[in-house]
């Protein structure tokens, strides 16, 4: 009979699949040596009723499924057994493997030569399934990349599933893809993917592992001119993002030089008919044109030199050149500091002070201009002779101050774009003076200091709240 | 001078400074710092001349300039900036007279609202004299040092329309529509040549010119003799 024995040598046959097949004789063997053993029983239970000879067909039972499911060698295996458990049970002279006649020897012929042409054709069959399998597989892996990349995923991150999936289409293990032309390390074996010259990546495995060629001669350049795509539209998409990023740039100076433009000419306008009027002979000034002129000389030099500082504190902002001087500050002394930078029109202000407020820790000089360009805000931006209030709220971890005004206060849209430079709220139409950059500043200057800046929804008006970081214990005590 | 003068400008401290240089050069002064408030006051309490900035809190100086037209001849003068030509050239299509770019020095601002209030009065002259440059707008006669051109139909067209609005800035698109009539507002190199040709058959020395101005990016306008 057929036995364990004889497997190695069949396994040896296969350097392929060689676990696979081992696998498959554990359950093969026992099962051909099982099949041979039933047939024999089923031949000798209808032996009294049946001509011997016609009986040995039975045997094409047990060769037949052998054949189909483990392959030509155990069939032919299996159809040897199956002549010889025939001759030796049932053909005369039994218990013995001598054939008294040659139409026996027919009939064992015809056995083997059935398994043989069964199994192979099995074999074939089976060959063939295996082949549509693994182009399934292939097609289906060159989809789901196709698709996955198409969708514009990170290239850098993909890379690691798409050796997964090859590695799975190519039967390799530890196969992983870098982009661009790379060298194997030691113990690796490179598989370049190329679109014609053009590297395009490299698939790295293990250099012990078996390659299938005719699986890798046609994935590999399939894949190769689908990542091809992928990395030129990668490019591409990293080249407008960084024309994008230009033009944005381009933007802000260009909203950058209209504003200064604007911010500059405005006073220098005033200042320069002022002058010219004055210098003239022959006007004729009265005491209060002449005051008046002089005014408006002092009162727009001043904003010019205003507006020069924003602009110059916005640039070391930008650069983040601002380097605070974090001192202990009562809340109160910041505030009224802020107050009188603010001038006349800070009498609309309403201070809401809290005794027990915590001192914070910030630069004064820095906060200061924060209070000072929230206060001019407020004061700007709502209706005249409307008051400003200034509230302060005392927190465990940080110190709260809101300025609340009775303008037409932010549309959602407007609450977080309001602090990026040359942005003013589109309700400000009665009242777009100043720079534009006060509350860019404000923010940079409170985000120095570790403090936030931002704006809160109120049907009142605008409503900013400024936090500040208080000292972590009390101090004097 | 006298007479009474609207200024437009939404920044206090210009409104100051011209209100004091006008009332100093003899003018009543009258302000507003709106579109809307500008408007008002002109139908109000029509003036002789305005003095308008083209950026306003509530619209476009253009647009003041626009519905005045509509019905008042009132001389208007625009306070543009640099870099907003288009602006500027809009104003002057829509029916600005002048312009003035910021900053600008009072002498100037001041000669410039003379020439609008003095265009204003002199209007229908038939005989207009620049220099050595005569034009007789109903002899359809030009001479130069007293001896006679020949210009072409559009040549003369074209100086009768500059003669006409003496001082004046007209724009490309206004002295086209005027002598070549509408449809020929964008071709502008007509006009080119033709102010080029004038200026040939004109100017003492062409490349020079001190008849036929050239406002770079807005129009031309024929020497007005008081601002020299």
């Known amino acids: 009979m057929a036995g364990a024995d004889d497997a190695p040598r069949l396994a040896a046959g296969s350097t392929v699949f060689p676990v696979r097949i081992r696998a498959d004789l554990l359950v093969g063997v026992p099962a051909a040596a099982g099949a041979v053993v039933l047939v024999t029983a089923a031949v000798d239970v209808l032996d009294p009723h049946v001509p011997i000879l016609s009986l040995g067909a039975l045997y094409v039972f047990a060769v037949l499924p052998v054949a189909l499911f483990f392959g030509t060698g155990l069939a032919v295996l299996v159809s040897v057994a199956s002549m010889l458990a025939f001759n030796w049970f049932f053909l005369p002279p039994r218990h013995t493997f001598h054939l008294r006649e040659s139409g026996n020897w027919l009939a064992l012929t015809v056995y083997l030569g059935t398994a043989v042409v069964v199994s192979a054709l099995a074999a074939r069959a089976r060959r063939r399934r295996q082949d549509a399998e693994q182009r399934r597989a292939e097609a289906h892996a060159l989809a789901e990349t196709a698709s996955d990349l198409l969708r514009g995923v990170d290239l850098e991150q993909e890379a690691v599933r798409l050796a997964e999936l090859a590695g799975g289409v190519l039967h390799l293990d530890a196969a992983r893809l870098e982009f661009g032309e790379v060298a194997p390390a030691p113990g690796e074996r490179a598989l370049p993917l190329a679109v014609g010259l053009r590297p395009v990546a490299t698939l790295l495995a293990d250099e012990r592992a078996e390659l299938d060629e005719g699986v890798a001669r046609r994935f590999l350049p399939a894949l190769a001119a689908l990542l091809a795509v992928v990395v030129d539209r990668s490019a591409l998409e990293s080249e407008a993002l960084e024309a994008e990023a230009l033009r944005r740039s381009d933007a802000l100076k260009t909203a950058l030089l209209r504003a200064v433009s604007h911010d500059l000419r405005s006073p220098l306008t005033a200042i320069l008919a002022a002058a010219g009027a004055l210098a003239n002979p022959d006007l004729r000034l009265g005491p209060d044109d002449r005051e008046a002129l002089v005014g408006a000389i002092r009162e727009e030099a001043a904003r010019l030199d205003r507006v020069v500082g924003d602009l110059l504190d916005l640039s070391r902002l930008e650069a983040g050149a601002v380097d605070p001087h974090r001192e202990l500050w009562p809340a109160d002394e910041l505030v009224a500091r802020a107050l009188e930078s603010v001038g006349d029109e800070g009498g609309r202000v309403i201070v809401e002070l809290d005794e027990g407020a915590p001192p914070v820790l910030v630069d004064a000089a820095q906060i200061e201009r924060v209070l000072a360009n929230l206060i001019g805000n407020a004061l700007a931006f709502s209706p005249p002779r409307s008051p400003v209030v200034v509230r302060v709220e005392p927190g465990t971890t940080e110190l709260r101050v809101h300025v609340v005004d009775r303008g037409p206060g932010l549309t959602p849209a407007e609450r977080e774009a309001i602090f990026r430079p040359f942005r003013r709220g589109t309700a400000a139409a009665g009242a777009p003076r100043g720079s534009g950059v006060g509350l860019a500043i404000a923010r940079g200057f409170t985000e120095a200091n570790g403090g936030e800046l931002w704006t809160q929804e109120d049907v009142a008006g605008g409503h900013f709240v400024l936090a500040l970081p208080v000292a972590a214990r009390p101090v004097g005590v | ?228």
């Not at chain 2, 809009?90 to 003035?100: H, I, N, Q, T």
């Open chain 2, 1 to 228: 001078m006298s007479g009474r003068i609207l200024v437009v400008d939404d920044e206090p401290q210009i409104l100051r400074a011209l209100r004091a240089s006008l009332r100093g050069a003899g003018y009543e002064v009258d302000t507003a710092e709106t579109a809307e408030g500008a408007l008002t006051a002109l139908a109000v309490n029509p003036p002789d001349a305005v003095i308008l900035d083209l950026v306003l809190p509530d619209g476009r100086g253009t647009d003041v300039c626009r519905e005045l037209r509509t019905w008042s001849r009132v001389p208007v003068i625009v306070l543009s900036v640099v870099g907003d030509e288009d602006e500027k050239v809009a104003a002057l299509d829509a029916g600005a007279d002048d312009y003035v770019t910021k900053p600008f020095g009072i002498d100037e601002l001041l000669a410039r609202l003379r020439a609008a209030l003095r265009r204003g009065e002199g209007a229908g002259e038939s005989v207009v004299e620049v220099g050595e440059l005569r034009v007789d707008l109903e002899k359809r006669a030009v001479s130069v040092a007293g001896r006679p051109v020949q210009l072409t139909p559009h040549e003369f067209g074209l100086l009768r329309v500059l003669a006409r609005n003496r001082g004046k800035l007209l724009t490309h698109a206004m002295l086209l529509r005027e002598v070549w009539g509408r449809g020929y507002d964008g071709e502008s190199h007509y006009l080119h040549v033709y102010v080029s040709q004038l200026r040939r058959k004109l100017e003492p020395d062409p490349a020079r010119p001190r008849y036929i101005l050239t406002e770079p990016g807005a129009g031309y306008r024929l020497h007005d003799a008081e601002r020299s």
